[in-house]
């Protein structure tokens, strides 16, 4: 059985509950995976043990604090083994794994969302059409989140290498605005905004109906140009996230094909614009006509009661 390197997606600390389903994904490919885990302290790989992996890699390194994409990828890459490497389809795994398919010399395919043997799925063409490749050997591939079911989890075998004195630069300090919220490429139930939110303030309202029903915030990227508050994490499309949530609930959003390309592939969409003829509602499964403003307290208030 030819071995797999799973790159465990990481944040707040921990490793995330995606890096489970990357585990179902090496084993459709019938590969033996190994789970590699960056960090800055190794007890963080004692939470990375699952069915069918029978070796965790801790590797510690102090430029593992805040994000960067060459010294992640050279700390990983030198502690990682060979093998296929698996890693989630976020921007920062899909940029770790473009990097590290460069050192290796390996091909990339990115936003995996279907393993038959060895041939893969992903959209092109920004979610137009599907294309299927076959691997052979070694090669680097990202799986979309909310794909693969979750691996169960399971004792870790941990080992720790440490990469600390092999970095020559690090990212000392990021400053960001601090979010509690799920991040919209991990989530199983977003609720966007669009332009049509009218104001920056108006995203409390979708945030109070994310609340009731356990979903992540996202918008378009006409809000998040419009309005300083909305920042650039949120934005889904083809030039922000790709999100893959069973899901979505677009708040007045037109559905300009760069917004779909991020999030036609949810399972089900809801969408809730005043305009009848808004082209979203030719891709939603579920549409309301109606402003937000009338909308959006009947559903909080109705999934209020049935989730109590
Ligand atoms: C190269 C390129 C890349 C792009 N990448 C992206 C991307 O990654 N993501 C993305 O989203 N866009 C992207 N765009 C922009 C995209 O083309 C659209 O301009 C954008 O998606 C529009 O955002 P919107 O639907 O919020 O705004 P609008 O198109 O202005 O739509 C607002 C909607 O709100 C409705 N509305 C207004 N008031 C209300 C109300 N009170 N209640 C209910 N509904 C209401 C209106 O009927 C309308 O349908 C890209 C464009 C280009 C050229």
Request: aromatic letters at 4%; proline letters at 4%; charged letters at 15%.
């Amino acid at each position: 059985m030819s071995e797999s390197i799973i790159i465990a997606e990481t944040g707040k600390g921990s490793v995330s509950a995606v890096t489970a389903e990357l585990v179902s994904a090496a084993i459709a490919l019938g590969t033996s995976p190994t789970v590699v885990v960056p960090c800055t302290d190794a007890s963080m790989a004692d939470n990375a043990g699952y069915d069918g992996v029978s070796r965790t890699i801790a590797v510690k390194g102090a430029c593992f604090e805040n994000y960067d994409a060459a010294s992640w990828a050279s700390a990983i890459d030198a502690a990682a083994p060979s093998g296929i490497i698996i890693a989630a389809a976020t921007p920062q795994s899909k940029d770790i794994a473009a990097r590290i398919a460069a050192k290796r010399n390996l091909s990339v395919v990115q936003d995996v969302v279907s393993i038959d043997g060895m041939n893969l799925t992903s959209p092109i063409y920004s979610g137009k059409a599907m294309q299927t490749v076959a691997i052979s050997g070694d090669s680097v591939i990202s799986v979309r989140a909310n794909v693969f079911p979750a691996a169960s989890s399971a004792a870790a075998n941990v080992s720790v290498v440490d990469q600390s004195g092999d970095v020559s630069t690090a990212v000392q300090e990021i400053m960001a605005r601090a979010s509690a919220r799920l991040d919209v490429s991990e989530a199983n139930i977003i609720v966007s905004g669009g332009r049509g939110m009218g104001s920056p303030e108006n995203f409390s309202h979708l945030e109070k109906l994310a609340d009731v029903i356990g979903a992540a915030v996202g918008a378009s990227r006409a809000a998040v140009d419009t309005w300083d508050d909305i920042p650039h994490s949120m934005q889904v499309g083809q030039t922000g996230k790709t999100v893959n949530p069973n899901l979505y609930i677009a708040v007045g959003i037109s559905g300009a094909i760069q917004h779909l390309a991020g999030m036609r592939s949810s399972k089900y969409i809801v969408a809730i614009n005043k305009d009848a003829d808004a082209p979203i509602f030719a891709h939603a499964d579920y549409g309301i006509v109606a402003t937000w403003e009338e909308a959006l307290p009947v559903l909080e208030s109705e999934l209020s009661s049935m989730m109590s």
